[in-house]
């Protein structure tokens, strides 16, 4: 008996596919660490981000005004160009999430 054998081009297949996975997440947290950010600072184990925030007001507003502006871009998108169900919902559940820490970012610091 022999060895059931498989096509290199299978292999070459699986590959672009790991590749195609890993380039999306990067992607993905690359597009979101503002947010990891604020949920750092949100549960308490970011008090140096903190204290820049409030030393800096300037960057913080500047931060929280392209914030709002990014979700602003992929509301509208959401408009233009109608996704995929579940890409809608993981849009629609980032924006939610983006402006939740907005708001929770003016009650604790202020403008």
Request: glycine letters at 10%; hydrophobic letters at 50%; charged letters at 10%.
């Given at each position: 008996?022999?060895?059931?054998?498989?096509?290199?081009?299978?292999?070459?297949?699986?590959?672009?596919?790991?590749?195609?996975?890993?380039?999306?997440?990067?992607?993905f947290?690359?597009?979101?660490?503002?947010?990891?950010?604020?949920?750092?600072?949100?549960?308490?184990?970011?008090?140096?981000?903190?204290?820049?925030?409030?030393?800096?007001?300037?960057?913080?507003?500047?931060?929280?005004?392209?914030?709002?502006?990014?979700?602003?871009?992929?509301?509208?998108?959401?408009?233009?160009?109608p996704?995929?169900?579940?890409?809608r919902?993981?849009?629609?559940?980032?924006?939610?999430?983006?402006?939740?820490?907005?708001?929770w970012?003016?009650?604790?610091?202020?403008?």
């Amino acid at each position: 008996m022999t060895a059931p054998q498989t096509s290199p081009a299978r292999g070459r297949a699986t590959g672009r596919g790991l590749a195609s996975l890993a380039a999306a997440l990067l992607a993905f947290a690359a597009s979101q660490h503002h947010n990891l950010h604020m949920v750092i600072i949100a549960l308490g184990a970011g008090s140096a981000g903190s204290t820049l925030m409030q030393g800096y007001p300037m960057v913080r507003r500047a931060m929280l005004l392209v914030s709002i502006g990014v979700v602003a871009l992929n509301l509208r998108s959401l408009r233009r160009r109608p996704p995929s169900p579940g890409m809608r919902w993981w849009i629609l559940g980032v924006s939610a999430l983006t402006l939740a820490l907005v708001i929770w970012s003016t009650a604790r610091f202020g403008l």
